[in-house]
C-alpha cells in the first residue's frame, strides 16, 4: 500500500501553521509561527494584524515544512486547509494559499473545520475508537460533541455565552495579566487555594449546556467589591477558585455524557486542553470509570496548529470529501 500523506493548513486566528501527516497519524513536519507578540499589546487579536501576518508568514511556513519533511508537492496526495469558523480575512490567507497550490500541482483539495482539527489532533497520539465523546474548550468554543464514527460530529452541549478560553482570557485581564491569559491563570491557581467561593453554573437539570459570562463577572465583582472595600485581592486564590469553579463544571457534565452515551474513549481538545487543572481533575475522574478511555494530546498539538488540520483532513479526504476552488472561508461555520 502507498502512503498518504496530505498537507494541512491552519490559518483562523493568530497561528500561521502548516504541516504534513503520513497515512492520517504520523507527524512528518510541524511548523507554527505565532503572532502572539503582535498582539500582546492590544490585549487580544487584532484581525487586520493577524491578516497581514498571516500574508507575510504563510510561504516560509510552507517552504519550512517541506524542508523539515525533506518532500516536495510532488509527494502530497491532499491539501486540508481550515475554512471555518475563525477570523474571515486570517481565514482567507490559508484557504487562498490552500487553493493556489491545489490548482498549480493538482491536488485534491478539503476545506476542515477547526473544532474537527482539534478534536483530530487526538489520532496524532493514538488510535480512536468510537463511539466517542470529546471535550472541545478553546478561546472560542466550549463544546460536548458525541462522534459515532470518523467524520461524524453531534454537538450535545455547548456553551451559551463566553467560550471557556474567553473566560480565562477576560479574567486574565482583570487581574492584570498579560494576553493570552490561560496560561499565567493557570500557574497562579497552582500557587493559590479555592477560597473565594464563586458559583458552578450548571444550568438546567441533565443539560449539557455551559455558561460561564456569570462566573466572569463574579470574579470581575469579586475584584471591584475588594478595592472599594480597600481589601487586598489574593491572586492566587483567586485564580485557583475560578479555575476550579470552571474545571469542576466541566469535568462533571463530561463524566455525565461520556455514561449517558456509553463512550469507549473522552477526548480532550481546544488550546484549554492545556490546563493543568483541567487534565489532572479529568485523569482523576476517569481513573475511577473502567470502561472509558481518557486521551489528552500533549500540549504543542492542544492550542492552533496544523498537523492536526492535515490528521482531520486525511479522514475527509479517505471519506471521498473534495472541496472545489471556488471554497471560500467561512468565520461562522458549523461542525
Ligand atoms: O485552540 P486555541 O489555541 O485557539 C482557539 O481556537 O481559540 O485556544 C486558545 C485559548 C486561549 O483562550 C488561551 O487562553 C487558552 O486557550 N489556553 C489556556 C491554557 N493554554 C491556552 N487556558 C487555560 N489554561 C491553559 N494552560
Ligand atoms: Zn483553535
New binding site residues.
Given amino acids: 500500500e502507498k502512503d498518504t500523506f496530505v498537507f494541512g493548513i491552519e490559518t483562523s486566528?493568530d497561528e500561521t501553521a502548516a504541516a504534513i501527516i503520513k497515512n492520517g497519524t504520523e507527524i512528518v513536519a510541524n511548523v507554527v509561527s505565532s503572532q502572539i507578540e503582535s498582539h500582546k499589546r492590544f490585549g487580544g487579536v487584532v484581525p487586520e494584524i493577524a491578516s497581514r501576518h498571516h500574508v507575510e508568514q504563510i510561504i516560509s511556513v510552507f517552504e519550512e515544512t517541506l524542508e523539515q519533511a525533506e518532500l516536495t508537492f510532488q509527494h502530497i496526495d491532499a491539501i486540508a486547509v481550515t475554512k471555518g469558523p475563525g477570523l474571515v480575512g486570517a481565514l482567507l490567507v490559508g484557504v487562498n494559499a490552500g487553493k493556489a497550490i491545489a490548482f498549480a500541482h493538482g491536488i485534491p483539495l478539503v476545506g476542515v473545520h477547526?473544532i474537527a482539527g482539534?478534536i483530530y489532533a487526538n489520532r496524532l497520539v493514538q488510535e480512536m475508537s468510537f463511539p466517542l465523546l470529546s471535550l472541545v474548550v478553546?478561546?472560542?468554543h466550549t463544546e460536548l460533541v458525541y462522534m459515532k464514527e470518523h467524520g461524524s460530529f453531534e454537538v450535545i452541549g455547548e456553551t451559551r455565552d463566553d467560550a471557556a478560553?474567553?473566560a480565562?482570557?477576560k479574567v486574565a485581564r482583570t487581574l492584570n495579566l498579560p494576553y493570552?491569559?490561560?496560561?499565567y491563570?493557570?500557574r497562579l491557581a497552582a500557587e493559590g487555594n479555592d477560597t473565594y467561593a464563586l458559583p458552578r453554573i450548571r444550568l438546567e437539570e441533565g443539560s449539557f449546556d455551559f455558561s460561564f459570562s456569570g462566573l466572569k463577572s463574579a470574579v470581575i465583582n469579586t475584584v471591584h467589591n475588594a478595592e472599594q472595600r480597600g481589601e487586598e485581592i489574593i491572586p492566587e486564590n483567586l485564580a485557583a477558585s475560578f479555575q476550579a469553579s470552571v474545571v469542576d463544571v466541566l469535568t462533571e457534565k463530561t463524566v455525565r455524557a461520556a455514561k449517558e452515551y456509553g463512550v469507549k474513549q473522552v477526548l480532550l481538545a481546544?488550546?484549554?486542553a492545556?490546563?493543568?487543572g483541567l487534565r489532572s481533575s479529568l485523569e482523576h475522574a476517569f481513573s475511577e470509570i473502567d470502561q472509558v478511555e481518557l486521551l489528552i494530546p500533549p500540549l504543542s498539538l492542544c492550542?492552533?496548529n496544523a498537523a492536526m488540520i492535515a490528521a482531520a483532513g486525511t479522514v475527509l479526504f479517505e471519506q471521498g470529501k473534495r472541496d472545489g476552488l471556488d471554497m471560500n472561508g467561512h468565520p461562522g461555520l458549523d461542525l
Fill in positions: 486566528c477547526h482539534h478553546s478561546g472560542g478560553g474567553e480565562y482570557d493570552p491569559g490561560g496560561p491563570i493557570d481546544g488550546g484549554v492545556a490546563n493543568k492550542t492552533d
